[in-house]
């Protein structure tokens, strides 16, 4: 089994309490069908949590099948700066099938942010070097496809349906998972500007 090779720190993208005792690192690529299944399902995940769960993601784009992938994954991380990471993140999978640089800014406008300086940003590479730093920790943990999922530093590759997840969340968290409450959360510091 694969291991996780960066720990999550509160530079990461994260929803749930930081000292949960599940950690669940997805790696996704928004041009990915089924990172846009899964995004849901982890949700509900960590929603019903307990608290026991704290939900990070990760960019890891596949350029060389999914031509939007970088720049949407830049559009997120534009977002971030902004406080609007989820938003953002919820908006790109909704609309997977339009992700070139003009409908990423109207996703901006939609969430109150200049689309005009996302375009900027996207175009200029302001934020590459964030999803750089994800996409090779991920290569570095094994991550050869997406999505990938580590549950507390170890790769899961069982099926990726929920109950399988639950019950994989459960071991590692040494309870059954209870009904919903309410979680806490955190959100990613700002990257350097470059």
């Given at each position: ?9 509160t530079?990461?993208?994260a ?15 928004f ?6 299944q899964?995004?849901?399902m982890?949700?509900r ?29 830049m ?10 990471f ?14 070139d ?29 964030a ?7 991920g ?11 580590f ?14 997840l ?5 071991r ?5 998972y209870?009904?919903?409450v ?9 990257p350097?500007?470059?």
């Amino acid at each position: 089994m694969a291991d996780l090779t960066e720990p999550v720190t509160t530079d990461d993208w994260a929803l749930g309490p930081p000292d949960a005792p599940v950690t669940l690192v997805e790696y996704a690529d928004f041009e990915c069908p089924y990172c846009r299944q899964m995004g849901p399902m982890l949700r509900r995940l960590q929603e019903r949590g307990g608290g026991r769960l704290l939900l990070v993601y990760r960019h890891l784009p596949l350029s060389a099948g999914h031509p939007h992938a970088m720049n949407a994954a830049m559009a997120a991380e534009y977002a971030g700066a902004h406080g609007k990471f989820w938003e953002m993140h919820d908006l790109l999978f909704a609309h997977q099938e339009a992700l070139d640089i003009d409908h990423l800014a109207e996703y901006a406008r939609q969430l109150g942010l200049d689309g005009e300086e996302m375009k900027q940003a996207v175009e200029t590479g302001r934020f590459r070097a964030a999803v750089r730093h994800d996409l090779v920790s991920g290569v570095r943990s094994g991550a050869n496809g997406t999505p990938t999922i580590f549950i507390n530093g170890d790769r899961y590759d069982g099926p990726r349906v929920e109950h399988n997840l639950a019950d994989a969340i459960e071991r590692a968290a040494g309870q059954p998972y209870g009904e919903e409450v309410e979680t806490t959360g955190y959100t990613r510091s700002l990257p350097p500007e470059s």
